[in-house]
T-cell receptor, first 117, second 114 residues
Framework: KNQVEQSPQSLIILEGKNCTLQ??????????LRWYKQDTGRGPVSLTI???SENTKSNGRYTATLDADTKQSSLHITASQLSDSASYIC????????????????WGLGTSLAVNP | NAGVTQTPKFRVLKTGQSMTLLCAQD?????MYWYRQDPGMGLRLIHY???????AKGEVPDGYNVSRLKKQNFLLGLESAAPSQTSVYFC?????????????FGPGTRLTVT
């Protein structure tokens, strides 16, 4: 069964500190992996999209890594800010194998990050 | 650009009532989607559309209907609301079918069915 598991479920860090969020998946065949940030009461916002051949991708203070062999990804946040407080969701897309491409986006439950002053 | 907008933001329905959620996007995107988000579950796709006049079922389509009469609008209808449909509903859009195209989400509609 295609699954996406994220850890930790929640995390509290102090402003200015770094943190790393984990995503393990069993989705096959794999197309790409996405990280989204979802602020409370808002819709998800895309941070990165990584394909099979990409190992690392950065977006400002956010750096995502992907190991397609071990089916693991991480999201590293550098020098955290209060505005980083949000849920971070890992989403894995399987390759299209039938009509309805978008039935194959498998969403994780997210890691809830709180950045305290 | 407003991006993706949703109306209403909040709604309380009684069991058996009907309602329509409206999603609008001003990015000229071909694809539009409706998701629901529930505690302890990842986002689940309800219905989607690959272009004006077309719709298709997602993972959890039962109890919902959709229409895409105009490219910029995607409507989600509940004909007879049930408490199990209490959820936060998100609309999203994307440029096309390439797997690299990201989805842009609206702010959500929080629906409670009593």
């Amino acid at each position: 069964k295609n699954q996406v598991e994220q850890s930790p479920q929640s995390l509290i860090i102090l402003e200015g500190k770094n943190c790393t969020l984990q995503c393990n998946y069993t989705v096959s065949p794999f197309s790409n992996l996405r990280w989204y940030k979802q602020d409370t009461g808002r819709g998800p916002v895309s941070l990165t999209i990584m394909t099979f051949s990409e190992n690392t991708k950065s977006n400002g203070r956010y750096t995502a890594t992907l190991d397609a062999d071990t089916k693991q990804s991480s999201l590293h946040i550098t020098a955290s800010q209060l505005s980083d407080s949000a849920s971070y969701i890992c989403v894995v897309r399987a390759t299209a194998y039938n009509a309805g491409n978008n039935r194959k986006l498998i969403w994780g439950l997210g890691t809830s990050l709180a950045v305290n002053p | 650009n407003a991006g993706v907008t949703q109306t209403p933001k909040f709604r309380v329905l009684k069991t058996g009532q009907s309602m329509t959620l409206l999603c609008a996007q001003d990015m000229n995107h071909e694809y539009m989607y409706w998701y629901r988000q529930d505690p302890g579950m990842g986002l689940r796709l309800i219905h989607y559309s690959v272009g004006e006049g077309t719709t298709a079922k997602g993972e959890v389509p039962d109890g919902y209907n959709v229409s895409r009469l105009k490219k910029q609008n995607f409507l989600l209808g509940l004909e007879s609301a049930a408490p199990s449909q209490t959820s936060v509903y998100f609309c999203a859009s994307s440029y096309g079918r390439s797997t690299s195209y990201e989805q842009y989400f609206g702010p959500g509609t929080r629906l409670t069915v009593t």
